[in-house]
């Protein structure tokens, strides 16, 4: 998991690999203002983005998730959004699991952590990160987001 912000400007990126910094760039220079919300594409099925408007919900109405395929760079466009994560351990079965869709709900998110997210702050979550999107910062709120879905082997 990685936990940072575009305001600290592209050299914090060195050590990221070329789809999460090709994504990173797609976040930065793209204006949201007046983007509808939906899929919009970067390099095919390979690296999308998904517009979201979204209504935060308390942590219980959350599931905690993870994907196989594709890594998710959950950007902040405006708002505050809580997140969880934590490590995927071995022997800890999902309780769903949609392989079309390249998702996986787990009942459980053992030793799992939280960080808020605000405007621009962005996190990426691999294959072996479970996370939980979308809690809220105390009440429920609006929020814009981003997620840009990076295919594994786009990395």
Not at 40 to 47: A, H, K, L, T
Not at 136 to 142: D, M, R, T
């Amino acid at each position: 998991m990685i936990y940072s912000s575009l305001k600290l400007g592209e050299e914090s990126w060195a050590a990221y690999p070329e789809g999460i910094r090709k994504a990173l760039r797609f976040l930065r220079d793209t204006d949201f203002t007046d983007k509808e919300p939906g899929c919009y594409s970067i390099q095919g099925d390979d690296i999308y983005a998904l517009v979201q408007s979204i209504e935060t919900k308390p942590i219980d109405g959350k599931r905690p998730e993870t994907h196989k395929k594709y890594l998710d760079v959950q950007y902040i466009i405006c708002g505050e959004e809580k997140m969880g994560y934590t490590n995927l351990i071995e022997g800890l079965a999902p309780a769903e699991e949609n392989e079309e869709k390249d998702i996986a709900f787990f009942s459980e998110a053992p030793g799992e952590q939280f960080v808020i997210c605000r405007d621009k702050d962005f996190c990426v979550f691999f294959p072996s990160d479970i996370h939980r999107p979308g809690c809220c910062v105390g009440q429920p709120s609006p929020v814009r987001k981003v997620v840009v879905k990076v295919r594994m082997s786009a990395l």
